[in-house]
């Protein structure tokens, strides 16, 4: 109570790497020194079913529940499954929207009386060269709009987590955590 | 200080584990409680200790048994299923006085009555912890071990999919619980015929040459020893109940998510308050009582049928006040919490409940 507890509900379905992103936003954290908690949820499906992810951070012992109350934060990387996301963020909160993809007007982002920031970040990932990389497009441009961590801490964090065998996308990676802040610098 | 560390609930808990020494793991996979055993498999070996895939949940809780009578700091765990399977093996180690833990890493609240009554035979108890949080769970593992071995008995820690599977920055840091008792019991390989030989026996009848107390003397200090522990381990967190005029009872995960409505509900200027057993068994009937003394309700939120609320009617200081607002509630995979583990919900029954003395 009284104590700055900064949520973040990161949503979409399975292969746009939304446990990937999550754990590497809770780990970044994590290695900072704060306190972070991951609390991930997801289908038996590889691709395409449900995929969540609620980040907690905050500089004592968290409070927040497991499965959050509300959020100040949002991040929408797919509207399928979205409902949780969109119920749960606060009036005032941060609204982060995947506009290669979610681009129904369902009541919510539109009458959401917060900060909306829309980014393209499936196409924008595609023009990297990077496809799979759209989420670190999103978590760099959370980071950037957010402060919550910093775009190095995100990229050691995201380097640590992936297996040998996708240690080739470290780079493409780290590019698209930089773009995703350079994309928000001058908003 | 030791560094935060990014750990999920079974994660967290091996690695107490390994810090309290225990050094024998032995389970069989069931969700959620595979977690554990994935972790114990992968550290285990690495501090130079041993870890059992078994091929039932009754081998499992066996192999420990043997191993803890050896000396080895043993634990073994399942989801309440298996934990059903382990209950003669559960039964045996308390007469038989070997310490061991067991970890029941939950799919729901349903195994209340399991973990605080049992389903094995005889004058036994099982001390059982429930952690609200990975944090909490840390320190309760190291408790765990450190309790089993000082009254020499088995004892359970109940978890949940929540705390299995949460991530969180959490500290491993050893716990000095004071001494323990000298370890004369532990069977060192002397075999019968040697004069050396010693017995691990729930009937405790001894040998020719060394008669034991036999079964009605040794089950009434079995008996009495759980009497000794009911009185000295009772252990609870009483949250805003200073002043409140309702009381919400709860343990584990849904103790923090009481916890959370209990401050909602304060911010609006209602005078409730959360009482939290930590250990199941004993149940804090002492602190209870206390608590309640002013209330003028007293609700049960647990999700199940209504377990623990046999426990509060027991020892609230006046049944009257009380009502039970929880109920089950699981996820249509039946591996998980259903939609009632959540504040509004809660908030919900608390409110609807509360009617009347707001």
Known sequence: MGILEREVILCGIGGQGIQLIGKALALAATKAGRYAMLAADYGGEMRGGPSQASVVIGDAPLRSLPILA??????????????FARERLRPDGLLLLNTSIVTDTVA???????RVVGLPVTAMARELGAPQSAGFIMLGAYAGLTGVVTAAGLE????SLLPPYRAQHGDANARAIAAGLAEVSSL | MTELRLLDGCTAITEAALTAGCRFFAGYPMSPFTGLLEAMSRRMPEENGTCMNAESEIEAVNMVLGAAAAGARAATGSCGQGIALMQEAIAE???????????NMARNQQDYFQCTRGGGWGDYRTLTLAPKDVPEAVEHTQLLFWLAERY?????????????????????????????????????????????????????????????????????????????????????ESYRTEDADTIVVAFGTAALFV???????????????????????????????????????????????????????????????VAFIGGVSIHESGLAFGPLLDAGPIRERILSASEGTR
Not at chain 1, 156 to 159: L, Q, V
Not at chain 2, 93 to 103: C, D, G
Not at chain 2, 277 to 285: E, R, Y
């Open chain 1, 70 to 83: 509300s959020s100040a934060a949002a991040v929408l990387m797919h509207h399928k499954f979205s409902a």
């Open chain 1, 108 to 114: 919510g982002e539109t009458a959401h009386q917060g």
């Open chain 1, 156 to 159: 050691t964090a995201m380097r």
């Open chain 2, 93 to 103: 180690m308390a007469l038989n006085q070997t310490p061991a833990v067991v970890f």
């Open chain 2, 152 to 236: 020499r008995m088995p004892v359970i820690l109940y978890g949940d999919p929540i705390l299995a599977q949460t991530q969180v920055a959490v500290r491993i840091e050893p716990r000095d619980h004071g001494p323990l008792p000298p370890r004369d019991w532990v069977l060192d390989g002397s075999s019968g015929g040697t004069g050396r030989s010693r017995q691990v026996w729930t009937w405790a009848m001894g040998k020719a040459t060394d008669p034991g107390p036999g079964p009605d003397r040794h089950w009434r200090a079995i008996a009495e020893k759980f009497s000794e522990v009911a009185a000295a381990e009772q252990r609870s």
């Open chain 2, 259 to 321: 916890a959370h409505v209990v401050d909602e509900l304060r911010a609006r200027g209602l005078r409730v308050g959360l009482f939290r057993p930590v250990t199941l068994w004993p149940f804090p009937s002492v602190a209870l009582a206390a608590a309640t003394r002013r209330a003028t309700r007293v609700l049960v939120f647990e999700l199940n049928a209504g377990q623990m609320l046999d426990d509060v009617r027991q020892y609230v200081h006046d049944r009257d006040t």
